[in-house]
């Protein structure tokens, strides 16, 4: 099947209107018509070749919600019609102990939406700038929101799910308090999962004018982090910190305000490190620093169920396809309240 999508030909050129090809379905495959496609930071790293690896023509797009259109022979639980969603993953080798415990995500040969190894044509996955896609059953998730809500669900795909997964794993919840470094996509996502977790929320930002922003999204507190004195309050106070600053920085002022035992958990993947943080914040208190990677698909299930349970979706601008390109210049500079969704009909046009 040929459609048309957009994406790049190469890492200085703009994204620009294509046709590309998808498989017919399998027999254990889904066709899903994309109805919005969520733009997500690490889709301008991988165009822009900041991460090493990309393939080009690189069509961009892993927070991908529509309808099912056609079913492969074997499919299990999925009906044509149905509202489904597509998020980081598309494939993984299925019989190692991470995907057996469905932790895909942690697969040594996960494949990801766009610029993973596939025998189909190109030679690597394209994303979700388009208007079709084929993913294997494993990998397709079912979205339970109203329709009405459906572009912005789209973000929970990838925004919702890789602030879920840590918080979740780190026990966020009644009695704890959580700090939200950044209020960007990922952020917006991370105070609005912790407060409905149940979890004491202090949101942390460099601009005094998200104040108010980060309150309406759920946060108990919020300590602008240019602020020595506020910062300070906060010493030794918190359990755990989900950073999602997709920008390197100084991790250490952050570590201070952790407890004994505390995490602070990274989720935001800036194009060069972080300075390295000093060790002794980390010895004195048992302090941990850690990492997370989206979730496997069965938490993803899980966060899209918990989502749709508490009536959280993501703050959205909807663009067209042909505004991508000022939407990437626009996320570069925080222009936007949280999460740019490209309403996949404009590819039509």
């Not at 469905?102 to 996960?110: A, I, K, T």
Request: hydrophobic share 40%; net charge negative.
């Amino acid at each position: 099947m040929t459609t048309h999508a957009y994406g790049a030909q190469a890492s200085d050129q703009p994204l620009e209107p294509m046709n590309i090809t998808r498989r017919a379905p399998g027999a254990h495959d889904v066709q899903i018509d994309i109805a919005y496609c969520g733009v997500c930071h690490s889709d301008i790293h991988q165009v822009r070749a900041e991460w090493a690896g990309t393939l080009y023509p690189c069509v961009p797009g892993h927070e991908i919600v529509g309808r099912v259109s056609a079913l492969g022979a074997h499919v299990a639980g999925f009906e044509i019609g149905d509202l489904v969603g597509v998020g980081c993953i598309v494939d993984s080798c299925q019989h190692c102990e991470d995907c057996a415990e469905g932790l895909e995500n942690y697969c040594d040969h996960m494949v990801g939406t766009y610029n993973g190894p596939t025998p189909d044509a190109p030679g690597h996955t394209l994303g979700g700038y388009s208007q079709h896609i084929v993913v294997h059953e494993r990998y397709v998730l079912r979205i339970r929101h109203p329709e009405a809500q459906l572009a912005a669900v789209a973000p929970l795909l990838c925004a919702g799910i890789t602030t879920y997964s840590p918080l979740r794993h780190w026990k966020a919840g009644p009695g704890k308090k959580v700090g939200v470094v950044g209020i960007g996509g990922l952020g917006h996502m991370g105070i609005k999962l912790a407060h409905a977790m149940g979890a004491h929320v202090v949101a942390f930002t460099t601009s005094e004018s998200k104040r108010d922003a980060a309150k309406a999204l759920g946060a108990d507190e919020v300590v602008v982090s240019r602020n020595a004195d506020e910062m300070a309050k906060h010493a030794r106070s918190l359990d755990f910190i989900l950073n999602t600053v997709a920008a390197p920085h100084d991790l250490d002022a952050f570590l201070t305000l952790l407890k004994r035992d505390g995490t602070m958990t990274l989720v935001g993947a800036p194009a060069s490190p972080h300075p390295s943080p000093g060790v002794f914040n980390l010895i004195i208190k048992r302090r941990s620093l850690a990492g997370s990677a989206i979730g496997g698909i069965p938490e993803t299930q899980e966060m899209l169920d918990f989502c749709a349970a508490h009536g959280i979706v993501a703050d959205i601008e909807m663009i067209r396809a042909d505004e991508v390109n000022e939407a990437y210049g626009r996320m570069l500079k925080g222009d936007v309240k949280y999460r740019f969704v490209i309403d996949c009909a404009s590819l039509a046009l």
